[in-house]
């Protein structure tokens, strides 16, 4: 088919299309994109959509940034992939800016974000046996409820959601759940088979939950009295998302691990990596882990970038500002439609009051108003705007939420 023809369809006809012919482990509003730029997508008749879920914060740099793109682009005329058989140029500086962005000697490049959990919880087990000297093959992880980490079956069977884990079992043994932001439920939990704690410092997917205050700091300091790794998640909410590096900064906790992925690669390739100490991830030897795809040149030049980005704190800092716009507009709301709402940097739960409708109904009211958003749980709504989103743009996005919630 010609790319007239393509182009000539409708979003309709190409939904219908989409949805005919694949796998309904999606529910996605009925949009079709052609075109992004900055905060802004086109759909495939030309109507302009704001972007106020950037990709689950894949896109915290927006959409085609040019300085990125021209990376990549640069990088796609040279080389591509080598797998980690050999070495190219880009594999060093990497690695190393990355470590260095979050003050840690290994990176340990892989794609996605449910890659690097699972690389993540590999490392903890075997840095468990080896130089914790906990009992052969019963490592425990302890994980919270509300949790996120991906989709695999192993990171599932740790999930209390019902939807990502009725019928995917028999599950991987080894975890053991406690209340999110209970530190004692965490050290009640803590025996001498536990390696790890696995924990986001902000659950993204469970509607932006923010832990109580110094339960982090708490967390650190328990780990480090127990000889237990701490591990953050920090795929969504890190790297610049929350108006600094990583979530865990605003508790001015540095983690043994940092899991990262999503906004490392720009939406631009799939990213991520487990960074750590060499007393944590020397624990790896050749032919015990790897990625044929993990490091790629592609991946490595585009990630290069974004930690450059990320160097300069510029991002951070704009996260920060307009995150004030962003809480200040959306706690007026409150009573108004809104039940609840909590805000990090340009990251924010909305719990919508069921007299206005579900989280669906608001975000395809939205929808229609020129908004794109993303529903969870059923009465919360998520926004995640790009970083480069100019503060008019927000404020207007914010505007036709207010209509909508208020019935206008």
């Excluded at 914060?57 to 300085?67: E, I, K, Q, T, Y």
């Excluded at 690695?95 to 260095?100: F, M, N, S, T, Y």
């Excluded at 490595?300 to 716009?325: D, F, P, S, W």
């Amino acid at each position: 088919m010609t790319a007239s023809a393509t182009e000539s369809r409708s979003s309709s006809e190409l939904f219908q299309r989409s949805e005919a012919r694949t796998a309904r482990n999606y529910k996605p509003l009925p949009v079709v994109v052609e075109h992004a730029e900055g905060a802004w997508m086109t759909d495939v008749e030309g109507k302009r959509f704001l972007d106020l879920l950037a990709g689950y914060s894949a896109l915290n740099f927006g959409h085609s940034h040019p300085d990125l793109l021209r990376v990549a682009h640069e990088q796609l005329d040279r080389l591509t992939l080598t797998s980690r058989a050999f070495v190219h140029d880009q594999f060093a500086d990497f690695c190393a800016e990355l470590g260095d962005l979050c003050g840690k000697e290994l990176v340990l490049p892989m794609n996605t974000g449910a890659e690097a959990v699972e690389t993540a919880i590999k490392v903890m087990r075997k840095w468990g046996y080896e130089v914790k000297g906990v009992t052969p093959n019963q490592a425990k992880i302890i994980v919270a409820t509300g949790n996120f980490h991906g989709r695999t079956s192993t990171i599932v069977g740790f999930s209390d959601d019902p939807d990502a884990r009725d019928g995917f079992g028999p599950f991987a043994p080894g975890f053991e759940m406690v209340p999110y932001g209970d530190i004692a439920a965490v050290e009640a939990a803590i025996d001498e088979n536990t390696v790890g704690v696995l924990m986001e410092p902000i659950q993204g997917e469970g509607g932006v939950v923010l832990p109580p205050d110094g339960f982090l700091r708490d967390l650190r300091e328990l780990c480090t009295r127990t000889d237990v790794l701490m591990a953050m998640d920090e795929i969504q909410a890190g790297l610049g998302r929350t108006g600094k590096t990583f979530a865990s900064d605003h508790e001015d906790v540095v983690p043994d691990l940092y899991v990262l992925g999503k906004a490392l690669g720009a939406g631009i390739v799939p990213v991520s990596a487990v960074v750590a100490d060499r007393d944590v991830l020397g624990v790896l030897q050749p032919g015990q882990h790897g990625s044929t795809f993990g490091g790629n040149p592609l991946a490595c030049a585009v990630g290069l970038a974004v930690v450059r980005m990320l160097a300069t704190g510029e991002h951070q800092a704009r996260a920060a500002e307009l995150g004030t716009i962003l809480r200040e507009r959306l706690e007026a709301l409150v009573g108004h439609g809104v039940l609840a709402v909590r805000v990090r940097g340009l990251w924010a739960g909305i719990d919508i009051d069921p007299a206005v409708g579900t989280g669906r109904e608001v975000c395809e009211a939205l929808m229609a108003r020129g908004v794109l958003a993303k529903d969870t749980h059923g009465s919360t709504i998520r926004l995640a705007p790009p970083l480069v989103i100019s503060a008019e743009d927000l404020t207007w996005g914010l505007d036709q939420l207010a209509e909508v919630v208020r019935g206008a």
